[in-house]
Nanobody, 121 residues
Framework: QVQLVESGGGLVQAGGSLRLSCAAS????????MGWFRQAPGKEREFVAA????????NYADSVKGRFTISRDNAKNLVYLQMNSLKPEDTAVYYC??????????????WGQGTQVTVSS
């Protein structure tokens, strides 16, 4: 049974930091690219960041470049999203996803349930 379980969300003040984690199970994690997406109330889901299976290549949305860092630990089946200099507009439910390639428009096969991130001004 495939599972992606996000954790690490919460309430933080603008300018603060959070680190999200996503624990994967039920599939060969090291074969898959991993991505982070987010969805704010009333808005469509949007791409945030992605990382290839090897961890050697990453993609970021322009809105988070320089502030967010995606990383992975294939030995532990974990993917992380370090979020610094958070802004109120980063408030959203954050989802991790697994797919064959690490692009913003790539097809992702598996999705987690999401974790809420709220940034207060």
């Amino acid at each position: 049974q495939v599972q992606l379980v996000e954790s690490g969300g919460g309430l933080v003040q603008a300018g603060g930091s959070l680190r999200l984690s996503c624990a994967a199970s039920g599939f060969t994690f090291s074969f898959y690219a991993m991505g982070w997406f987010r969805q704010a109330p009333g808005k469509e889901r949007e791409f945030v960041a992605a990382i290839r299976w090897s961890g050697r290549s990453t993609n970021y949305a322009d809105s988070v470049k320089g502030r967010f860092t995606i990383s992975r630990d294939n030995a532990k089946n974990l993917v992380y999203l370090q979020m610094n200099s958070l802004k109120p507009e980063d408030t959203a439910v954050y989802y991790c996803a697994a797919g064959p390639s690490a692009g913003p428009t790539s097809s992702y096969d598996y999705w987690g349930q999401g974790t809420q991130v709220t940034v207060s001004s």
